[in-house]
Structure formats: structure tokens, C-alpha cells
């Protein structure tokens, strides 16, 4: 019952508070988005804070009254998580897969983690480059709310490489199509630890949430979190909830992918039932490393909802019943309430 408490509590506080301030807080962003200048880029920058609007919503999850009772992260996560998924968009559909033309871009996501550092041009190498500053404008926004937890200098470094890791994934994983297996496989095994035991797509996908940013912030709201509770969370969330929150992004795309002709993580398991075996595999042993957390029913709250959030998707409907639920029995009743309610909330 004590999990079910806690459970409604965060439920009724993400429904509450963190929607409503989402959606505040990205009227002025959206405002940006509709003045640049340049047709292409203005499509793409509201087409991503129209689609992509419950990435900060679900990061959201870290901004309640709860957890961060200053509400210092929200500052941060808007301008971030648009700036990711802006750029993500200019790179699905933008005209280049130049490697360096979309490092420099990604460039502004290591200049928004890195409060005290240079700025860059990051159109420099782009075909298009009059955004009329809307890039600036979320890379200082981000930088200017980082200045505001006391505990930052005490998470910087693993936050600046989760960062890293982040921008490395999107210009290997939007690189030349011939290129990109190659690139990734030899990146993971440059980069990964090998007690992990993880397939080199389950170490791509890890890389690939934003989540574990949230996280160390909501550590960095006491100005001196001690180093073994940085290194816990790091820990959790690279590699295990990060990869399991992408993972399960890619399993409900799978069809969509396809079609598109797009890189699908969850295709590279042998066949559903070992994605499923996999992926289980990567939830299990988060709600094992959370346990020894302080706050380890929180991150089980996350896993759980995760599941129960990307299992809601209608296009799981595409992909084969049985391991889609026996996925979504893993999380048990947390994960089917999460479950219900994001069918609601999906529902015309």
C-alpha cells in the first residue's frame, strides 16, 4: 500500500503541477519557434515542440513539488530537452549527414551544459543558418538555470559526459546510413564497460535519455551531495533507465521505422521474444540498483512508468500481442495504473 501511496502522490502531482507548467513554459519557446527567419528551419522547430512536447512532460516527473521544491529544474529542462529534440529533428529531416556538420550542431548541447564555456556557430557547416537565434536562445537559457543549483560543480562531470555520450549517439546514429553500424559498434566498444554485458544497441540507446540529467540536478539542489550518491544515480540511469527508456521508444516505432527506412535499436535483438528477454533483463536490474538508493522507490516510479507510458502507445496495436504484455506485466500494477491513465490521456 505504502508503493500505491507514494505512486498516487507522484501521479497527482505530474498531473497537477508539471503538465500545466509544461505547457506554460513552452508558450514563450514556441513564440521563438514561429519568428526565425528561415522557412525550413521554422517548420522543423514547431514541428518538434508539437510532437515531442511529452519528452518534457515525462522529464517533467523530476521537476514536481516533491522533488524539487525550489523549482530550479524546469528552467533547465524546457530550453534543454526543445534544444534536444530541435536538433534531433533538424537532423532526421534536415539536408545533411555530414559527421562535422552535425557535430557543430550538437555543438550547443555541450555549450548548454557547460555554464562558464565559449559559445560556437553551430550553423557553420549547415546548408541553413538563419534561425534568427533561436538556438542561442535556448543554449543560454540553459546555461543561465544551471548557475542556479548550488550543487552543480559536484555533478558537472558526469553530466557534461552523459552530454558527451548524447551528442557522440546523434551524429553516429544520423551519420552517412553505411556508416552508421560501424560507427556505433566501434564507438561502444571503445566506450562501454564490459561488466555491463550489453549488446552494442542496448549501450546506444542508454545513451540517448535525457533522464539522467534530471536526475543528477534533483541531487544538485543540496550544494554538496556527496560523491557516493552522485556516483549511485549516475550509475542507475547510465547505463539502466537510460536504456531502457529508449529502448522502449524504438519498440513501439518499430513499424513506423521501417517504413521510413529509419535505425531501430530494438530490430537488432534476434526476434521479439528476445527483445522482450532484453529489455526485462534492463528493468530488472534497475529496481535492483535502486534499492540502494535513499530515494530508490522514486526510480523504480520511473521505470515502472516508463513502461506502462511507451506500452500505451497505439502503435504497439502493430506489433505482436504477447510480448508487448508480457512486457508491460513486468512492472506489475504501477506500470498497468501508468498504463491506464496514459490511454486516457492518449484518447482524442
Known amino acids: 500500500m505504502a508503493e500505491w501511496g507514494d505512486s498516487l502522490r507522484w501521479a497527482r502531482e505530474y498531473f497537477r503541477d508539471v503538465r500545466p507548467t509544461v505547457v506554460r513554459g513552452l508558450a514563450p519557446l514556441r513564440a521563438r519557434a514561429e519568428a526565425i527567419p528561415h522557412a525550413e528551419l521554422r517548420s522543423q522547430a514547431l514541428s518538434s515542440l508539437n510532437t515531442k512536447q511529452f519528452h518534457c512532460e515525462g522529464g517533467g516527473v523530476f521537476a514536481a513539488p516533491s522533488r524539487d521544491p525550489d523549482s530550479l529544474l524546469m528552467p533547465f529542462l524546457l530550453p534543454y530537452q526543445t534544444l534536444c529534440d530541435y536538433l534531433d529533428t533538424v537532423t532526421d529531416r534536415g539536408p545533411s549527414q555530414d559527421p562535422a556538420d552535425l557535430r557543430q550542431l550538437h555543438q550547443a548541447l555541450i555549450d ?7 559559445y560556437h556557430d553551430y550553423y557553420a557547416l549547415h546548408p541553413y543558418g538563419n534561425d ?23 555533478v558537472r562531470r558526469p553530466f557534461q559526459r552523459l552530454v558527451q555520450l548524447y551528442v557522440d549517439l546523434q551524429v553516429y546514429k544520423h551519420g552517412p546510413e553505411e556508416a552508421r553500424v560501424p560507427a556505433l559498434t566501434q564507438w561502444f566498444r ?8 550489453l549488446q552494442w544497441w542496448e549501450f546506444a540507446a542508454a545513451t540517448g535519455s535525457t533522464l539522467g540529467l534530471f536526475a543528477l540536478l534533483n541531487a544538485a539542489q543540496q550544494p554538496h551531495p556527496s560523491q557516493a550518491l552522485v556516483d549511485q544515480i549516475t550509475r542507475l540511469y547510465f547505463p539502466w533507465v537510460g536504456a531502457l527508456h529508449i529502448l522502449l521508444d524504438y519498440y513501439v516505432d518499430q513499424e ?24 526485462r533483463r534492463i528493468y530488472r536490474t534497475i529496481l535492483a540498483e535502486a534499492a540502494a538508493l535513499p530515494d530508490g522507490a522514486f526510480h523504480q516510479y520511473v521505470s515502472k512508468g ?9 502503435k504497439t496495436r502493430r506489433l505482436p500481442a504477447s510480448p508487448t504484455c508480457r512486457l508491460l506485466v513486468s512492472g506489475g500494477s504501477i506500470s498497468f495504473g ?5 490511454l486516457v490521456g ?3
Open 112 to 118: 548548454a551544459a557547460n555554464p562558464d564555456g565559449p
Open 338 to 342: 501508468i498504463y491506464l491513465a496514459a
Open 346 to 348: 492518449r484518447s482524442p
Open 190 to 197: 571503445q566506450e562501454a564497460d564490459p561488466r555491463d554485458h
Open 256 to 279: 513506423e521505422d521501417r517504413l521510413g527506412g529509419d535505425l531501430n535499436f530494438v530490430t537488432y535483438y534476434r526476434d521479439p521474444e528476445a527483445a522482450v528477454s532484453g529489455i
Open 306 to 314: 516508463l513502461l506502462g507510458f511507451y506500452l500505451s502507445d497505439q
Open 132 to 154: 534568427g537565434g533561436y538556438i542561442l536562445s535556448l543554449v543560454d537559457d540553459a546555461r543561465q538555470a544551471l548557475l542556479a543549483f548550488p550543487g552543480f560543480p559536484s
